[in-house]
């Protein structure tokens, strides 16, 4: 998606109709608008927000008063006012234009006006022909070139930021899969889903044509997969009960800490699970930690019966006088091709003395081995003494284990004692809480217990399957029809599992490309030492990488802001690379990404100001900013000046007497960010900036 | 030495050449449906499935 320009009418503090606000791309991709606050940044990001995706950042106040103020009061009364938002934007090769309207009657009463509501938005494209048509299926269009889920990303909040670093795991879910939608990965799941729709087509026409056997076996199959089908089916009930469950659970803690006779006994439960939840991560990596080192190190202690033969070989080779050789068998071939010793005495054929020599040979020989002896030697005494080491480390991690077994169990004493205290409370209210959170919590685990067991049935459900497939396969078909129809399964099955495995790998691939991105442009931009991680399910959180073990760090609101900024930055490069590549999975139609940013800065020290001022013109093909005069002061223009293609000028007409004068010099003009309103109107204007 | 890792397109580009070309055939079909909510493409796949494998 290229931005080409943005006009709005009437829209909030916007009064009348506002220039086209114009977008460049290119090396100067930066665009800024800047205002005082209440100025209409926030406005200005949420007129992307609620075109494009009906919504609203959570700062944005009053939503349903979309329309200015000063254009109701000037309007009659019976008649209606609108405001609008229209977005002009290339993609894909096609021009595109939307426009969303918002409408209220002018009336006489107290407020003056009533909603009428909001008019569907209309979107209009034009082909490299030129000839406009209207499409209908809006969000699913602009679904395709910004994902919704993704939307906070592309336009982005710059003060409230925090759920971006904190998504929920519901988020966390929309955020993967709307990234991988960007990346064209919605391809790959489309193709399995009617791939395995097909291939049970071909099955159908297979059984038409085959025999008696092949049929049972089909038929066998068949039934197998729709067992799996019921039980998958059972495995989303169960994780929606789970999820239930556990709300309901964190509704009966929420109640207990507000309850006055026991939220102190809640509280502690609270520390306590926390602690349990610690001591169960460490636990689990700890267990890691043991089999890494147990990987890699236990074979030492096989090796005493080895490294002891080793040793006793080469004392018996001493003890015959055979090492050390001190005699190289390059030296005795010398006097046997010389035909002398070192005595002098010749060394004829066959004559005494050259056998006397010759028999050397066999012993000079051994000085080889004992070149490979002493070097064998240092590592056997070299494996010998890291088996010290080892048990230490072993008893270290082990001791580790014991310490955080000791203390899970003495937590959860804890937390029965405090559920015993709570059940047994007198007063009915809260010994009625605790006993519905005790049948969430069995709740909980019967349904835990029956997805594990579940999951083992569809585990043998796929190896019957598998199995029967390879048996259906190999049935000798003796139809030449049938020969043909199973080929064609076979060819199904086999693409099905390809694409299936490329997804999967897919998968693993996007995350640890994205995460080198993120580990990359984080560290471009923060001073600090840390480095970024992503889990499996997409949390972002951050490290401190320097000592032997990396240990999780709060990120502060600065630090969490770099970080959703280079996560931005990286899905923006990955779909960039994967557009790039010529031979691939068909990836997104385009390579071109705006971020539209209100108030990127507010949480940053100077330095990160510099920082991320210099890297913001990176990050996407277009960058919008919406700042206040502080923010841009200094060291943020000193970093982007060189980037910025077009200033806006937000200038904000107050009631006013008394107000602090607010202006900003731009090429040597200087401009005034808060004026007199001349009309008793409080608005905003936007000027262009030459 | 660790072992370069499969690269998503391996299983595709890996496969009989016959299977290539039905998978890159299919996620062609799907690109092309990519903007429509429940496409009616199955029996486009069979066709590409039918005139690959004869």
């Excluded at chain 1, 990987?295 to 004392?315: H, R, V």
């Excluded at chain 1, 169990?409 to 004692?417: P, V």
């Excluded at chain 1, 691939?584 to 949480?603: A, E, H, Q, R």
Aim: glycine share 6%; with cysteine; aromatic share 6%.
């Amino acid at each position: 998606m290229r931005l080409i320009s943005l006009q709005l009418n009437n829209f909030r503090q916007f009064y009348g109709l506002s220039p086209e606000l114009h977008f460049l791309h290119g090396e100067k991709n930066v665009t800024v608008f800047l205002g005082t606050n209440g100025a209409g940044k926030t406005t200005l990001l949420n007129s992307f927000n609620w075109l494009l995706y009906g919504t609203f950042t959570k700062g944005f106040l009053l939503p349903e008063q979309l329309v200015n103020k000063r254009a109701i009061r000037e309007a009659q009364e019976g008649s209606t006012v609108e405001a609008w938002v229209q977005l002009k934007f290339e993609h894909d090769g096609r021009k595109y234009v939307i426009k969303k309207i918002a409408q209220v009657l002018k009336t006489g009463n107290e407020n003056g006006w009533v909603p009428r509501g909001e008019l569907a938005p209309t979107l209009q494209w034009a082909g490299p022909d030129g000839k406009w048509n209207n499409e209908e299926r809006i969000s699913d269009i602009i679904g395709r070139i910004l994902p919704e889920d993704l939307h906070t990303y592309f336009f982005f909040d710059g003060e409230r930021i925090e759920r971006i670093m904190q998504p929920t795991k519901k988020e966390r879910e929309e955020i993967a899969n709307a990234a991988k939608k960007l990346l064209g990965v919605e391809i790959l799941d489309r193709a399995i889903i009617h791939l395995n729709s097909v291939r049970k087509d071909l099955e159908s026409e297979l059984k038409e044509v085959g025999d008696a056997e092949t049929k049972k076996l089909v038929e066998e199959k068949q039934a197998a997969e729709e067992e799996c089908k019921n039980i998958y089916q059972r495995q989303e009930e169960l994780d929606r009960n789970i999820d239930g469950q556990q709300e309901r659970k964190t509704e009966i803690d929420l109640r207990l800490r507000q309850l006055d006779e026991v939220k102190n006994i809640q509280a502690k439960r609270d520390e306590l699970t926390a602690e349990k939840e610690k001591r169960i991560k460490s636990l689990q990596s700890t267990g890691d930690q043991l089999a890494k080192e147990i990987t890699s190190n236990a074979y030492s202690i096989f090796l005493g019966y080895a490294t002891q033969s080793f040793q006793d070989l080469i004392d018996l080779l001493r003890k015959r006088g055979e090492l050390p050789s001190g005699i190289k068998t390059q030296f005795v071939k010398d006097l046997l091709d010389k035909k002398i010793c070192i005595c002098n005495s010749p060394l004829e054929e066959s004559s005494i003395a050259r056998k006397a020599v010759e028999d050397w040979m066999g012993r000079a020989g051994l000085a080889d081995v004992e070149e490979k002896a002493i070097r064998m030697g240092g590592e056997v005494t070299k494996i010998e003494q890291s088996i010290p080491g080892f048990w230490g480390r072993v008893d270290q991690l082990q001791d580790r284990r014991r310490t955080d077994r000791e203390e899970i169990s003495r937590i959860e004493d804890e937390l029965d004692e405090i559920r015993e205290k709570l059940r047994n409370n007198p007063k009915e209210e809260i010994s009625s809480l605790e006993k519905q959170r005790d049948e969430a919590e069995a709740a909980i685990i019967e349904a835990n217990r029956e997805k594990g067991s579940n999951d083992e049935k569809i585990r043998a459900l796929y190896e019957k399957i598998d199995s029967l497939d390879s048996k259906i396969v190999k049935h000798q078909a003796n139809e030449e029809r049938q020969k043909l129809a199973q080929r064609r399964v076979e060819a199904a099955n086999d693409a099905l599992a390809r694409i299936k495995r490329s997804r999967q790998i897919f998968d693993v691939y996007f995350r640890d490309n994205l995460l080198k991105r993120i580990t990359k442009l984080f560290s471009t931009m923060s001073f600090t030492p840390y480095r970024p991680t992503l889990s499996e399910d997409y949390e972002l959180g951050l490290v401190d990488s320097q000592g032997k073990d990396a240990m999780p760090v709060a990120a502060s609101t600065g630090e969490s802001q770099i970080m959703s900024l280079s996560f931005i930055g990286s899905i923006i490069e990955e779909a960039r690379a994967n557009h790039a590549k010529k031979e691939g999975l068909p990836g997104p139609d385009s390579s071109t990404f705006p971020v539209v940013m209100d108030s990127p800065f507010g949480y940053l020290s100077d330095n990160y100001r510099f920082q991320v001022g210099e890297h913001i013109p990176k990050l996407a093909s277009q960058v919008v900013v919406m700042v206040s005069n502080t923010q841009w002061r200094g060291k943020v223009e000193q970093a982007m000046s060189g980037k910025v293609n077009k200033t806006y000028v937000l200038v904000y007409y107050t009631t006013e007497d008394n107000f602090d004068k607010e202006f900003v010099e731009i090429n040597g003009n200087s401009y005034d960010l808060v004026v007199q309103s001349p009309n008793g109107f409080e608005y905003s204007e936007i000027v262009e900036v030459n | 030495m660790e072992n370069k890792k499969e690269s998503p397109l391996d299983p595709i580009n890996n496969a009989p050449s016959e299977i290539t070309k039905i998978i890159k055939r299919i996620l062609r079909l799907e690109k092309d449906k990519l903007s429509q909510k429940k496409p009616h493409i199955n029996s486009d796949i069979i066709k590409v499935i039918k005139e690959e494998i004869q």
